[in-house]
Nanobody, 125 residues
Framework: QVQLVESGGGLVQVGDSLSVSCAAS????????MGWFRQAPGKEREFVAA????????YYPASVKGRFTISRDNAKNTVYLHMNSLKPEDTAVYYC??????????????????WGQGTQVTVSS
């Protein structure tokens, strides 16, 4: 079992930056790839970023590429999502997730085994 706890969400203005964190406990953190997803009211959960177990490879959809950066610190069992140039459409609950499998697409929520409870990010115009 892996327990994930997100933190760092909040209310920001358009164009601001914000970082959210996800602390993991339980089984060996370094053995898991990590992802961030988000879900806005009335919308499906959306892939935001992923990072492989080593931290060498990262993945982003076009909607956030160049604005968002995912990173991890395996010594601290923590994954981060740094968000720049925030837009109102970035408003959502942000979830971190962990996956043990090294097969399957990183942008598919069904390939992740564990999920956090989410943290709200609101971008006000």
């Amino acid at each position: 079992q892996v327990q994930l706890v997100e933190s760092g969400g909040g209310l920001v203005q358009v164009g601001d930056s914000l970082s959210v964190s996800c602390a993991a406990s339980g089984r060996t953190f370094g053995g898991y790839a990590m992802g961030w997803f988000r879900q806005a009211p009335g919308k499906e959960r959306e892939f935001v970023a992923a990072i492989d177990w080593s931290g060498l490879y990262t993945y982003y959809p076009a909607s956030v590429k160049g604005r968002f950066t995912i990173s991890r610190d395996n010594a601290k069992n923590t994954v981060y999502l740094h968000m720049n140039s925030l837009k109102p459409e970035d408003t959502a609950v942000y979830y971190c997730a962990a996956r043990g499998s090294r097969s399957g697409s990183y942008d598919s929520a069904t390939t992740y085994d564990y999920w956090g409870q989410g943290t709200q990010v609101t971008v006000s115009s």
